[in-house]
């Protein structure tokens, strides 16, 4: 479906795959697309708010630079408040004028490809070099569990996704740091065991195989299932071109340079079909 979606859209540089996304426990009152969707056990109606602000943390955090991790943390909650609570009172004039029930406030730090909008360069104001290196799936923990813990105290009710999201069209740094060659496919990866979604918004070459595409979504369904989070895919494989080049889809949508993929293939796991049993949890009396 990923292959033939990007066919069909092959003119716009396999634009239609920007709107397609694979979830793994996927939360039923999400506001973000393009995974947007109203949950079956939602009310007829309800107003779900996202609010966002990675520059906001950003700047809050060169106010702290070279403190000790406990002080960033405590800085990246004090902001996600503040933020947060901006949100509850437009979710609050937005029931009153729409007369429809307050859902959630679902506070993700949702990147743009504009400059000082990036959640990469908010993991890069903690001390790294370069998102992607040594340090990054801890950095962005660190930020993730501050952004939730800073939310569930400024709104009556938290929920969608609420962390950091980690697309790398969508996120200037990430595409700079994937043109400097300190992030790759498999860092992303690793990223996606501790943020609020998965592998989002990535261009890689247009004659990957679909069984390799296959591949990445049971490894990132694998990810989420075992560790119990949400995870999802968003993977655009572009007809006609390779690594290094780059895409424009233009928007909040942004640009991205095309991955570079695993040469290895997984046809005969792919092929063999069937269902991987779910992980047994416990063991009861």
Known sequence: VVKETAELTKDQDAYGCTKLVEFCNAVEDNPFMAGAFHGVTQGDTAIHV?????????????????APLNVVARTIKNTAFMITRLGQMVAEAATERLHAPFGIIDLSLAPTSAVGDSVAQVLEEMGLESC???????????????????????????????????????????????????????????????????????????????STISA??????????????????????????????????????????????????????????????????????
């Open 132 to 210: 992607g290196g040594p340090g990054t799936t801890a950095a962005l923990a660190l930020l993730n569990d501050a952004v939730k813990k800073g939310g569930l105290m400024a709104s009556s009710s938290v929920g969608g996704l609420s962390g950091a999201f980690i697309p790398v069209s969508e996120d200037l740094g990430m595409i700079q740091a994937v043109e400097k060659g300190s992030l790759c496919l498999e860092k992303l990866e690793a990223m996606t065991c501790v943020c609020s979604v998965g592998l989002d918004m990535i261009a890689i070459p247009g004659d990957t195989p679909a």
């Open 50 to 66: 996202g609010v966002s602000g990675p520059g906001v943390v950003k700047r809050a955090l060169e106010d702290v630079k070279g």
């Open 216 to 285: 990445i979504l049971a490894d990132e369904a694998a990810i989420g299932m075992i560790n119990n989070k949400t995870t999802a895919t968003r993977l655009i494989p572009v007809p006609g071109k390779k690594p290094g080049d780059m895409v424009q889809f233009g928007g909040l949508m942004g640009y991205a340079p095309i991955l570079e993929i695993n040469k290895f293939r997984a046809d005969e796991f792919i092929n063999r079909g069937g269902k991987i049993p779910a992980p047994m949890r416990s063991l009861t009396n």
